[in-house]
């Protein structure tokens, strides 16, 4: 257990850390509202920014963190305000906050606590509720938050006692950051908040059944280890535990070092250097064909931080059947749960491979180096590139080079997410924003207001769909209150595209419900403060991205794209990863 004083800044261990112990034994008791006791936690803890939208039951919380220097901002939606603080965590590494009133302030959060419970990303959620006395008696904005949460949330809790407040809103964020992490929503109902506690503000962590694995089992390694020592064919595959563990470099030295070919997954994007020769970039769905080929064709695969999900594994029975399977995990619960381990390792992987790297021999692997080589030769990422319309393929491609690469990248969900996965070439750990495993669209702009906060050096840009941007381009008025020069690239289809594409593929090119009639999305964007550019022509797009990035303040540029493009490569639903369609290029 860990005694935490209140005057004190707790530490900020990092994610696999355990609670360290701290004694205060001078500490005085004073006395405080429930409020107080909240916002002197978040002070406490580190919180820099803090995203929201006020309300009744969540008032008396908003009243004291006027007076703290955590900054707020205030959003034009809950969701964006889950998002952005999604956003923030997934640029920085740290816990992103949010903050709602009660009953649809909270509902209007689930979404974005699904997308970070899906992702594995470390937020903290506070949401006002009624008084305790009239919980459970339909009173006015009433809503059971822990129970309709529990399913996207890591943890989740009700706070009924005031007393309990700063070791609650501590374990919150301990638990969010350490092992796998995850959302945690802290429910105050109004009388907690107003209620008065005498305390000198030393508690105990109190957390029995939380005990996070940080080291690998020794043996495990090692066997893990020879298992690649005598590989012909090994492939690493890389999830977003990497990213979220920091261990980036530590991977990179376990390619190099056995000279072994990395796919990533959407989630780990920048996790292994996309312009390395052992670089077979995305695998899965939409994924390259090398990267598919060269896992069906392993006799040895090394899943780092991945859960096996669907969009990479594709027909279950017959993935990667040659391979032995090698797992290193934080969550023991995801060994073995979609595909049968021959060696898991369990723990952080930061920790794991900085203890397997120097048994790993450097092998030429002349033959299977080769093998790959001739993939990436015949089958590239292509598109027609002399067509006469926009091709978004191209746009993002122009992003890329006027960007040297060097840019952060948020997106929505959908075509563009894909495009922007398989046409910019991802070199650092935390480039890549984007929501995987729950698919959200609306993600990209409060997600990129986020990570500009949080990273406010860095060049922010969200490649966006029309359908995506539309359901959340009220965040437009946040970037310009509050100064954020987010930049929003538009591939404008006039379409749901990801779903137009499958009814053309599977039903028939009935294409109910995905036509979309678009606003004059630059005219919208000067409506906001936002500087708007449209580009109609290809021969305007490099100029049209040169003149946004220019630009000191938010931009929104609106792409016309080639509306029946679709994204290739692609395994169809029930096929394996070998069979993956190349399309056609016209």
Known sequence: MATVPRKKSAPHPSPVAQPTPITHPHAQAVTKNGAQWVCDALVDLGVEVLYGYTGGAILPTFDVLADTPVKFVLTRHEQGAGHMADGYARASGKVGVCIATSGPGATNLVTALGTAYMDSIPVVAITGQVATAVVGNDAFQEADTTGITRPVTKYNVLVKDVKDLPRVIHEAFYIARTGRPGPVLVDLPKD?????????????????????????????????????????????????GVILSNAAEELRALAKRGNIPVTTTLMAMGAFDETDPLALHMLGMHGSAYANYAVQYSDLLIAVGARFDDRVTGKLESFAPFAKVIHIDIDPSSISKNVDVDIPVVGDAKAILEEMVPMIEHKPRAEWLSMIDQWKAKYPFTYNRQAGTVKPQFVVEQIYEATRGNAIIATGVGQHQMWAAQYYRWNRPRQMITSGGLGTMGFGLPAAIGAKMARPDQT???????????????????????????????????????????????????????????????????????????????????????????????????????????VFPMVMAGKSLHEIEMGNVS
């Open 460 to 566: 922010v840009i969200d490649i966006d769909g029309d359908g995506s941007f539309l359901m959340t381009l009220a965040e437009l008025s946040t970037a310009v209150e509050y100064e954020v020069p987010v930049k929003v690239v538009i591939l404008n289809n006039s379409f749901q595209g990801m779903v137009r594409q499958w009814q053309e593929l599977f039903y028939k090119k009935r294409y109910f419900a995905t036509v979309m009639r678009n606003p004059d999305f630059a005219k919208v964007a000067e409506a906001f403060g936002v500087k708007g550019i449209s580009a109609n022509h290809k021969d305007q797009v490099r100029d049209a991205i040169e003149q946004m990035l220019a630009e000191p303040g938010p931009v929104v540029l609106d792409v016309h794209v080639d509306p029946a493009e679709n």
């Open 192 to 240: 907690v908040q107003v209620g008065k506690h005498t305390s000198s503000g030393v508690f105990d962590l109190n957390l029995p059944g939380y005990k996070p694995r940080v080291r690998g089992h020794t043996r495990q390694i090692e066997l893990a280890a020879q298992a690649i020592n005598a590989a012909q064919r090994p492939v690493l595959y890389v999830g977003g």
